[in-house]
Nanobody, 125 residues
């Protein structure tokens, strides 16, 4: 199975920036959608932060309203990597951020969604 490993989280002051990276253990060329979810402290469910969907040479990005204009999601298929540039960070951005990729196709034709282990982002006021 494809492994996803995030890095780049940490502690930052409000207004600061962080860049999260997610490296896949195999090619992401044929994985249509890659992106990021986050789960804030005390929240039962994770929320979609941003995703990028690529079909042929055309890519579309989607952002949750809270991060529009502040976060940028990107992918570099040559490096099997997905990034999340986070600017103008706010305390409410504090969460564990998870990288995901879908659909990942197995040899038997079945597909699944791959997840990273998460990276903590803490924004102090």
């Amino acid at each position: 199975q494809v492994q996803l490993v995030e890095s780049g989280g940490g502690l930052v002051q409000a207004g600061g920036s962080l860049r999260l990276s997610c490296v896949a253990s195999a090619s992401i060329d044929n994985i249509r959608t890659v992106g990021w979810y986050r789960q804030a402290p005390g929240k039962a469910r994770a929320e979609l932060v941003a995703r990028i969907t690529s079909i042929s040479s055309v890519s579309n990005t989607t952002y949750t309203e809270d991060v529009k204009g502040r976060f940028i999601v990107s992918r570099d298929n040559a490096k099997n990597s997905v990034y999340l540039q986070m600017n103008s960070l706010k305390p409410e951005d504090t969460a564990v951020y998870y990288c995901y990729a879908e659909p990942i196709r197995l040899a038997n034709g079945q597909t699944y969604t791959g997840w990273g282990q998460g990276t903590q982002v803490t924004v102090s006021s």
